[in-house]
């Protein structure tokens, strides 16, 4: 009895290492694959359903693959000091990569100085830091979309409605477009090029526009309605198109609009076809929006930490470009295609 327990005592210790050396050395047998989150708010709306997105296609993969995949998902709550604190936690506890939704996009620096001491890759994500920041590091990327090509198609689908019938658009028939612009965080490249890009696609059409007011409401919808308020108390039925950075500050301008139980509702577009967004334009209180794919910018967040994970190549599994970007297309979404866009939120 003694010998069996000895015999089996020692085949253990012999084997320990053996166990210790598989799941830290030989990258392709590592069994549990541990990816740390940190978002700049958990509340944000479009934020939160790309998190979810990621969650699922990690648990999907899961399934597929047998290792174990741990999602360790951690809430910035607006602080930069806070989230640097994360990142520092998921390098102490040698995360296989790291995941950052900076809240300061100005600053990724620091992150990108401490995860290259520590050896570990980094994934920026919707809010893009300048690309100086990420060529600090060969192993830190940005996975996105193309915020000038969001505001262009957002521009176009107002455009287009003119180009069909200005009427519908110019209420007075002044010849101009008035509109007011609600926008994001001030220092967000989305708010800054969507803004831009919006108003360049409609008069690069051609079409004249005047600017009744433009204000900041950091992406959400009641600081979206508060200012929609203002507005309509000061110009009435003036404002023919409202111009949204996203979905939820034009769901925020809509409940102004719908409160104020005016006969001619100004036209309101957004961006990100969030949920809400698309069933406001299926109910006709929202004229159009652009499809952020959140979906497919988790799947690249995904693809590339599996890749770092397993010690693949990423360039195999996801199409970088520059060495260090993704970029995820937008579409323009309107009542043609809204429930097609919806049953892809849905599933
Ligand atoms: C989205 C916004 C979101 C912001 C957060 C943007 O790309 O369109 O809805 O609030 O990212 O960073
Ligand atoms: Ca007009």
Redesign the pocket.
Known sequence: MKRVFSAVFAAVFLLLPLVACSSSGGKDKVDTIKIGVTL?RKD????ASLCNDLEKIAKQMEAKSGKKIVVNVVDGQSSQALQNDQVDSFISRHYDVICV?EVDRTSAAVIVNKVKAADIPVIFF??EPVEEDIRLWDRAYYVG?DAAQSGQLQGEIIAKAYAKDPASIDRNGDGKIQYVMLE??QE?Q?ALLRTEYSIKAVTGAGIKVEKLADEIAN?QRAQGTAKMNQWLTKYGDRIEVVFC????MALGAIDAIKESKRKVKPIVVG??A?EGGVNAIKDGSMFGTVY?DARGQAKAIFDLSYAFATGEDPAKTVKLQGGHYVWVPYRMVTIQNADDILSILQN
């Open positions: 700049y944000d709306t479009f934020v939704n919707n809010r979309a994001g965080e967000h989305d992406w950075n996203n979905d939820d961006i990100d969030t952020n």
